[in-house]
Nanobody, 126 residues
């Protein structure tokens, strides 16, 4: 059964860091682009960043550049989102989703993606 699983979320103080993982089971990620999204309570889903099968990176939120970094390790069948200098407004559920090969120029609609994970909660609070 093919599925994506996010992990690595948790509670952290402002200024802290986390590394989120998006791991696949039942299929390999090497042909897929992976997009990270987040959704804060009461807000719409927001595209964060995407990494293509060729490791080209597309950022969808200019305000997050320099603090959030996407990477992939195909040997581990995992894509990462490194979060640093976290702020309370980064509190959200973080999701990953797959699409073949290339990132979209825009974050995309749910139907654009093959697989979605269930999300991992990130809470930034003092």
């Amino acid at each position: 059964q093919a599925q994506l699983v996010e992990s690595g979320g948790g509670s952290v103080q402002p200024g802290g860091s986390l590394r989120l993982s998006c791991s696949a089971s039942g299929f390999t990620l090497d042909r897929y682009a992976i997009t990270w999204f987040r959704q804060a309570p009461g807000k719409e889903r927001e595209g964060v960043s995407c990494i293509s099968s060729r490791r080209e990176i597309t950022s969808y939120a200019d305000s997050l550049k320099g603090r959030f970094t996407i990477s992939r390790d195909n040997a581990k069948n995992t894509v990462y989102l490194h979060l640093s200098s976290l702020k309370p407004e980064d509190t959200a559920v973080y999701y990953c989703a797959t699409l073949l090969y290339f990132c979209l120029d825009y974050p995309g609609e749910r139907s654009d993606f093959n697989y979605w994970g269930q999300g991992t909660q990130v809470t930034v609070s003092s």
